[in-house]
């Protein structure tokens, strides 16, 4: 059997735990926070790695983001993937998800396809999950989104997908977008000799001077959404005492009152 | 062949330091550190005095995300309703900028930056789980059950270290050897703390106090101007809140910023960060035998620090000890000889340095910083001469004898105490 081509897309982000809402701007204050690969990207390079174990192949991590973002794909390669691809212009800044999608679909396409692309459910910065599906219709891929089990058999993905109140599970051909939801797998940590590997090896870098992709479609420019306004929504007012059972009438009076009933 | 020349545990101030001393000199350097970026996880007080930076980074002043340069530093007693403070501010300091706040966890990953730059194979993101020993030499170290081989480690673990522990290179750490320092970092706006202290956009103000104002505990506290923030915490012997028991550091650092003469500094501030930290203070005693067969000890691990109450060092013992150790490791390579005899040149190093001079002529200081008096008794006295001195009451005036006969009298010193006290401070200081 061919080894299985393999690309886990993902996003270093700063760590939710670190951030604050500023009281006077009411913007997110990411001054302290440190940069982590977003959770479910970690999740979704698990899940590369236990599909690599099973039935072989070869694993590149890929992220588009500024110069920095190369520690994001150190540690993954401490974990165990192959290769790290940055994909790093200024050109690409400011994206929305529809040009990441479409810059990412291109790099894809650029280092020859893959049979397989990963991707975390969703970022836990903007929260969209866009990206991982964006990736699959600009490449005419099949997807599964919300993936948390995956088997290959017969040239075939066999995935269980989270759906409310319930899963799933679909059967998806080749080539294809899978996205994983947090907590799908226990992630595997890296290990120092793996790190080592890591650094020694480096990443590869990509800029638009090898994309040659139409400025207009990319970074800033490309994107279609513009942020109007931001505001922080109030605490919801809690009930301060919850009322006991023999205050039932009470309470269903009040909801009645209140129109939620009839 | 081992991996490499040296393998450093830890990027703090000692261990990047040693880290680019060898790589600097052509040895081929893994340094390993916890956190991602490395350094980052790193706290202290946060004065740095730089002059042995200048050894292996002449340009760290123009290079290095420092806060202020120091052009003010104060001393003091503060008691429950007076402080009293020797304010020093001088040109010197501005002609000769080397001591800087900063806040270490953006200065420790720049410093590993700095060794990678060098040269050194810097590997954040990971805690080495044990020393590799083999026929009572330290050959490496081993994470995820790999070996990774160098002919000398240098342990650079921090206050804490638990692998030099476990290898059984020093035993575990006591009590009195520590004091546990508490910080906060308050945002306040450059403007305002540039008006409030009185300085330029580039200057700043370092003071360090004994809270007098505490009767069980030898606390000291302390106080920095950062560009758009304040750090201040305050340290206490782990032996005294041990012994104590009910007081916790969370209500010491709160009574000290609701102290009257620093509440008003901090006011509008809010708290952006905290943290706990254990610091070196047991001085010459403290000090494990600091080389071995394939190893060296540097920075707080090896309990390099200085404290006299009103001066806390450990950053500068830290890029010294671990210049000295990486200047140990290149003549060792050089020799092809990295034994315990060979690394014992380290030792030779310190001994001609101010690290141990200074540990050994302060080898009593732990006399005057365990002196209940000396945080409790005598800033007492020092406030009620200074209220006799300087307070109009419509009294008749005391000469400075009488005044300090009444104030023993009144706190129950009696002078022989008072003098033998003051001899030993004077002597041991």
């Known amino acids: 059997m061919k080894m299985l081509k393999i690309a886990v897309m993902i996003k270093q982000v700063p760590d939710s735990q670190d951030i604050s809402i500023d009281p006077v701007t009411k913007t997110l204050n990411r001054s302290m926070a440190r940069n982590v690969v977003n959770p479910p990207d970690v999740n979704a390079t698990e899940a590369a790695l236990e599909l690599k174990s099973k039935y072989g192949g070869e694993i590149t991590?890929?992220?588009?983001?500024?110069?920095?973002?190369?520690?994001a794909l150190l540690e993954l390669m401490g974990r165990g993937a192959d290769n790290g691809v940055l994909v790093t212009d200024r050109v690409f800044a400011g994206a929305d998800t529809w040009p990441t999608a479409f810059t990412l679909a291109s790099v894809a396409d650029y280092l020859g396809g893959f049979d397989v692309i990963f991707c975390g459910e969703e970022t836990t910065d903007s929260s969209t999950g866009h990206v991982g599906p964006g990736i699959a219709e600009f490449l005419g891929y099949e997807q599964?989104?919300?993936?948390?089990?995956?088997?290959?058999?017969?040239?075939?993905?066999?995935?269980?997908?989270?759906?409310?109140?319930?899963?799933?599970t679909i059967k998806v051909g080749k080539p294809a977008v899978i996205t994983i939801t947090l907590n799908a797998n226990e992630p595997r940590n890296p290990t120092l000799k793996r790190k080592i590997e890591a650094y020694k090896k480096g990443i590869r870098l990509i800029t638009n001077k090898e994309l040659q992709l139409d400025p207009a479609c990319v970074g800033l420019k490309g994107s279609p959404t513009i942020v109007k306004d931001m505001k922080t929504v109030p605490d919801p007012v809690k009930n301060p005492s919850k009322p006991g059972i023999e205050e039932l009438d009470k309470v269903v009076s009040v909801l009645i009152e209140k129109g939620v009933v009839k | 062949m081992?991996?490499?020349?040296?393998?450093?545990?830890?990027?703090?101030?000692?261990?990047?330091?040693?880290?680019?001393?060898?790589?600097?000199?052509?040895?081929?350097?893994?340094?390993?550190?916890?956190?991602?970026?490395?350094?980052?996880?790193?706290?202290?007080g946060g004065v740095l005095w730089g002059n042995d930076l200048a050894r292996i980074l002449p340009k760290w002043q123009n290079e290095a995300p420092l806060e202020r340069f120091?052009?003010?530093?104060?001393?003091?007693?503060?008691?429950?309703?007076?402080?009293?403070?020797?304010?020093?501010?001088?040109?010197?300091?501005?002609?000769?900028?080397?001591?800087?706040?900063?806040?270490?966890?953006?200065?420790?990953?720049?410093?590993?930056?700095?060794?990678?730059?060098?040269?050194?194979?810097?590997?954040?993101?990971?805690?080495?789980?044990?020393?590799?020993?083999?026929?009572?030499?330290?050959?490496?170290?081993?994470?995820?059950?790999?070996?990774?081989?160098?002919?000398?480690?240098?342990?650079?673990?921090?206050?804490?270290?638990?692998?030099?522990?476990?290898a059984g290179l020093r035993g575990p750490l006591q009590d009195w050897e520590v004091s546990v320092g508490v910080k906060e970092i308050i945002k306040l706006s450059p403007q305002k703390i540039e008006d409030r202290f009185n300085l330029t956009s580039s200057s700043g103000m370092a003071s360090e106090y004994i809270l007098g104002n505490l009767e069980e505990l030898n606390v000291g506290a302390f106080f920095y101007t950062n560009k758009d923030s304040i750090s201040l915490g305050i340290v206490a012997p782990m032996e005294q809140l041990r012994e104590n028991?009910?007081?916790?550091?969370?209500?010491?650092?709160?009574?000290?910023?609701?102290?009257?003469?620093?509440?008003?500094l901090i006011d509008g501030g809010t708290v952006a960060e905290y943290g706990a930290h254990m610091i070196p203070e047991g001085g010459l005693e403290m000090v494990p035998k600091l080389y071995g067969d394939g190893y060296m000890i540097v920075g707080d691990s090896a309990g390099f620090g200085f404290s006299n109450g009103l001066v806390l060092q450990g950053m500068n013992y830290a890029f010294l000890s671990g210049i000295?150790?990486?200047?140990?490791?290149?003549?060792?390579?050089?020799?092809?000889?990295?034994?315990?005899?060979?690394?014992?040149?380290?030792?030779?190093?310190?001994?001609n340095s101010y690290v141990l001079k200074d540990l050994k002529t302060f080898k009593d200081i732990r006399k005057v910083t365990n002196n209940k008096n000396m945080y409790t008794t005598y800033p007492k006295m020092l406030e009620s001469i200074l209220l006799e001195m300087l307070w109009e009451r419509g009294q008749p005036k005391k000469k400075v004898r009488d005044i300090l006969g009444s104030c023993a009298a009144d706190l129950k010193m009696s002078k022989l105490k008072t003098a033998t006290d003051f001899y030993y401070i004077y002597r041991r200081m």
Request: aromatic share 6%; no cysteine; net charge negative.
């Open chain 1, 61 to 71: 991590v890929i992220t588009m983001g500024p110069p920095m973002a190369d520690t």
């Open chain 1, 144 to 168: 599964a989104t919300y993936v948390h089990k995956i088997e290959f058999q017969d040239g075939y993905f066999i995935v269980t997908r989270d759906i409310e109140g319930a899963e799933e």
């Open chain 2, 2 to 44: 081992p991996d490499y020349d040296a393998i450093v545990v830890g990027a703090g101030n000692a261990g990047s330091a040693a880290a680019i001393t060898m790589a600097q000199k052509g040895l081929s350097v893994l340094l390993v550190d916890r956190s991602d970026p490395p350094g980052a996880k790193n706290l202290s």
């Open chain 2, 70 to 166: 120091i052009q003010d530093k104060k001393i003091g007693f503060l008691t429950d309703k007076s402080s009293i403070i020797i304010d020093f501010k001088t040109k010197i300091f501005e002609e000769n900028k080397v001591g800087y706040t900063v806040l270490r966890s953006k200065f420790d990953p720049w410093l590993a930056k700095k060794a990678r730059e060098a040269g050194a194979t810097v590997i954040p993101g990971i805690t080495v789980e044990s020393l590799a020993k083999k026929d009572g030499k330290i050959i490496g170290v081993e994470e995820s059950e790999d070996i990774v081989t160098a002919s000398v480690v240098i342990l650079a673990e921090g206050i804490n270290p638990r692998l030099s522990i476990e």
């Open chain 2, 245 to 264: 028991g009910v007081t916790h550091t969370y209500d010491i650092i709160e009574q000290f910023k609701e102290h009257p003469s620093i509440a008003p």
């Open chain 2, 324 to 351: 000295l150790a990486g200047e140990t490791a290149v003549e060792a390579k050089g020799k092809g000889d990295f034994s315990s005899d060979s690394l014992s040149m380290y030792r030779q190093k310190l001994e």
